[in-house]
């Protein structure tokens, strides 16, 4: 059973930094493109990057370009997500998601695992 766990979240003030980490228990962590994912209250889970399966590629949404840089390493089964000058719009909770064998993706109906999430507050 594939499990994806999520950390580094917090509560930061605005302008600053944080970097979420997803480990995976995946053997084969390489053949998954991996993407992340946030959910504010009361809205839908939006997509905010994903990086493939080699680390070599990477997306993001226009909301978080030039501030969010998606990263992964493959010996670890980690994907990383480092986020710089947030902003108190970026204040949700925080999902990594495992696709098999996929290319990015930001469809949420595209990624095969989900982990449960880590929260991040940007207060200003």
């Known amino acids: 059973q594939v499990q994806l766990v999520e950390s580094g979240g917090g509560l930061v003030q605005a302008g600053g930094s944080l970097r979420l980490s997803c480990a995976a228990s995946?053997?084969?962590?390489?053949?998954?493109?991996m993407g992340w994912f946030r959910q504010a209250p009361g809205k839908e889970r939006e997509f905010v990057a994903a990086?493939?399966?080699?680390?070599?590629?990477?997306y993001y949404a226009d909301s978080v370009k030039g501030r969010f840089t998606s990263s992964r390493d493959n010996a670890k089964s980690t994907v990383y997500l480092q986020m710089k000058n947030l902003k108190p719009e970026d204040t949700a909770v925080y999902y990594c998601?495992?696709?098999?064998?996929?290319?990015?993706?930001?469809?949420?109906?595209?990624?095969?695992?989900w982990g449960q999430g880590t929260q991040v507050t940007v207060s200003s």
């Open positions: 995946i053997r084969t962590f390489s053949t998954y493109a």
């Open positions: 990086i493939s399966r080699s680390g070599g590629s990477t």
């Open positions: 998601a495992a696709r098999y064998l996929g290319g990015l993706s930001e469809v949420r109906s595209d990624y095969d695992y």
